[in-house]
């Protein structure tokens, strides 16, 4: 007898950057985030998760986008399966009546239907998908907060996944990590105008995962301390105003300065860190001259730890701007044609304001 439930969950894409834990094993950040969760339709995770009592003497299993995946030696994957069991088991003690699907093994089926820790957020997505599928199969009363905090012990940033539209990750104070939880800043109906494009520049896994990188980061960078105490808190209540307002021009500024200087924090790392790679400094200067040429905010970039750009944009420019980069990024990434097309800015850009 298999019990078994799939469900699907969006990727999200920061505008203020998560990079710093100060407890690692909780994933407790050093910092409040905020992103954007994107639509389903587009990217996404699908999880199976089935349950069996004939399963229940062998360990659980788990396959990722067509392969066999160790659980065991997973931390993050056997805290969200303990997380999720305990969570049952209180129900099951709490009523005699309830079946002890908690005692149950477990097996899990995942894949997205994008490039798995390229910097496209898959374990966002990955991880929000599993401990909400988890809940699904377990029956688990658990509220929005709840559910955010379960995802969080899989990945810091699957816990904004939880919500639709524009989610804050509130870091929290407590050491028990009661309150480092997401919330919802609005809903995904709120801003309908405003659209991402992803510019895929590789799908090659990144050399320096998320976890490893921004641990060196916090040891390492005077300025991520910085960052973290001086910059962090006023750009989120900025930004938050700034969604509300739905004021394109302020959310764009905050949006690519945070990642500007997330990834100078990355530089500033020792040793130092590199995601963007030359198409990518050379999509920022596209970005940053249609700014400038045309003498209001067009759109904005953001990278996280990957080469690629999300644009984010007003729905009206988006014609012009896929126009825009097909001329400038015809080829595949790395091929000389770039260089020489940038050559085709006008003569006295000026890059910056
Ligand atoms: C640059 O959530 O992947 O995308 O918590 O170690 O799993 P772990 O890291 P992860 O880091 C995401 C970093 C980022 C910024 C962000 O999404 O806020």
Redesign the pocket.
């Known amino acids: 007898m298999v019990r078994q439930v799939t469900c699907t969950a969006p990727v999200?894409?920061?505008v203020?950057?998560?990079?710093g834990?100060r407890d690692t094993s909780l994933?407790l950040?050093t910092n409040s985030?905020l992103?954007v969760t994107l639509s389903q339709d587009d990217l996404h995770s699908r999880t199976t998760v089935g349950i069996a009592p004939e399963w229940s003497n062998e360990s659980d299993r788990m396959w990722l986008n067509g392969t066999e995946s160790a659980i065991a030696t997973n931390a993050?994957l056997v805290n969200c399966l303990k997380m999720s069991r305990a969570q049952r088991k209180a129900l099951e003690d709490a009523d005699s009546g309830l079946p002890r699907w908690s005692q149950w093994g477990i097996r899990i089926v995942s894949e997205n239907n994008f490039p798995t820790a390229a910097?496209l957020?898959s374990?966002?997505s990955g991880?929000a998908c599993l401990v909400y599928t988890l809940a699904q199969v377990f029956e688990l009363p658990l509220t929005g907060a709840d559910l955010s905090r379960n995802a969080?012990l899989?990945?810091?940033?699957?816990c904004?996944s939880i919500f639709g539209g524009f989610v804050g990750?509130d870091m929290g104070q407590s050491p028990t990590g009661d309150d480092s939880q997401a919330y919802q800043v609005a809903p995904e109906t709120h801003w309908p105008d405003l659209e991402a494009l992803i510019l895929v520049v590789s799908d090659l896994k990144k050399g320096v995962?998320?976890?490893a990188g921004?641990q060196t980061t916090v040891e390492t960078s005077s300025l991520a301390q910085h960052r973290f105490q001086a910059i962090v808190p006023k750009r989120m209540r900025q930004m938050e105003q700034a969604i509300l307002a739905k004021d394109f021009d302020t959310f764009a500024e905050i949006t690519m300065r945070d990642s500007n200087q997330?990834h100078a924090t990355c530089l500033d790392t020792f040793p130092p860190i590199f995601y963007l790679n030359d198409t990518s400094r050379l999509i920022i200067q596209v970005v940053t001259a249609i700014n400038c040429l045309s003498g209001r905010t067009q759109a904005a970039y953001t990278f996280?730890?990957g080469p690629n750009a999300v644009i984010y944009a007003p729905k009206a420019h988006m014609p012009y701007l896929i126009q825009l980069f097909a001329y400038f990024f015809p080829g595949s990434a790395g091929s000389g044609y770039f260089s020489d097309s940038y050559q085709c800015l006008p003569e006295g850009t000026v890059l910056g304001k």
Do not use: V
Request: cysteine-free; proline content about 3%; charged content about 20%.
């Open positions: 999200n894409i920061a203020i950057k998560y990079w834990k994933i950040p985030s992103s993050r910097g957020a374990s966002a991880y969080r899989g990945s810091g940033s699957a904004r990750w995962s998320s976890t921004m997330f996280d730890a």
